[in-house]
């Protein structure tokens, strides 16, 4: 499966693909091209669209792509997952819809790997999933704990 994105990626756009591969289609393909490609792109290579303006896995109210995928795709079930969009969330927006204290954190790294001089955004992806990977077992630790 291929999925589209606007280049000069941060944090929704990290967060996505690592959903994907990680929960979805651990062979999907990602193509990161200018915003004003994204559509023409997609209809080109049969790609889905995320986290442009006007997709259905785009940003709605206060929720971003990463709360669209996992409701599209079924995700709800794992409270760790459910937390972890909290947290992507708040990074990803002004923080408002669930002020999580997490995602000042997340955003400060996301835009810390920025300027790391990655060459591209696949290079950039594979560098900072790890971040979610952690953020994910932080998450499922906390589940745990919870009363």
């Known amino acids: 499966m291929k999925w589209i994105t606007r280049e000069k990626v941060k944090v929704d756009r990290v967060a996505c693909p690592w959903l994907i591969r990680k929960f979805i289609d ?7 091209v200018p915003a004003d490609q994204v559509l023409a792109v997609a209809q080109r290579e049969g790609a889905t669209p995320y986290d442009v303006p006007g997709v259905e896995l ?5 929720e971003c792509s990463f709360d669209a995928i996992v409701k599209k795709c079924g995700l709800v079930h ?4 459910l937390l972890l969009a909290r947290i992507v969330n708040g990074a990803d927006t002004d923080n408002s819809l669930w002020n999580q204290r997490e995602s000042d ?12 001089g990655y060459r591209d955004d696949h290079a950039l992806n594979a560098a900072e999933w790890i971040v979610y990977d952690a953020l994910y077992a932080y998450c499922q ?3 745990r704990q919870a009363p």
């Open 26 to 32: 651990p062979q999907a393909e990602f193509l990161f």
């Open 141 to 143: 630790q906390q589940v």
């Open 58 to 62: 785009g940003h709605h109210g206060k």
């Open 78 to 81: 794992d409270a760790a997952l």
């Open 105 to 116: 954190g997340l955003r400060a790294i996301a835009e810390g790997f920025r300027h790391l």
